[in-house]
């Protein structure tokens, strides 16, 4: 790996430790040349998912955007930001191991909103208030009726 500071080519690895949930690799160098120190991260390169809108437009695939959605439907509740990201992770995840290079962004609601149910049930009212884009109180009613139907059914 070439040094940062002197531009040789020679460094050797001082430590090495997974990091992001082993998605990446931390390595702390150090320049057999100067003797300064850095640190590379190894990450697996992916593929760019294409993320296909409902009037047909495409447009690439952005984690922060269910992120963002998931840190709206959480606000003002007691869930840690640790918390939030490890269900983003999650969700990423499974739309990168089960779904082909262009994802329906409907497809991507529906797992956000399963995820959700499970998660936090005002976070996933609030998500699914926006997502389903309810009109009035008997459309929440509903979506309430059909929450509570579920978690009698996980009893």
Do not use: W
């Amino acid at each position: 790996m070439k040094c940062p500071y002197c531009k040789q080519n020679d460094s050797r690895v001082i430590d090495s430790r997974s990091a992001d949930d082993g998605a990446t690799i931390r390595r702390r160098r150090e320049c057999t040349s100067c003797g300064r120190r850095f640190t590379t991260y190894e990450v697996v390169e992916r593929q760019p998912l294409m993320v296909v809108k409902n009037d047909g437009r495409r447009e690439v695939f952005k984690r922060e955007k269910i992120l963002n959605g998931i840190i709206r439907a959480c606000d003002k509740r007691d869930i840690s930001l640790e918390s939030i990201a490890s269900l983003t992770n999650d969700i990423e995840r499974d739309i990168r191991n089960t779904m082909e290079q262009e994802v329906p962004a409907s497809e991507i609601g529906k797992l956000v909103m399963s995820k959700l149910k499970n998660f936090d049930e005002v976070a996933y009212i609030r998500f699914a208030s926006v997502y389903r884009k309810f009109a009035d109180i008997s459309s929440f009613m509903e979506e309430l009726q059909e929450l509570q139907a579920h978690k009698e059914q996980e009893k």
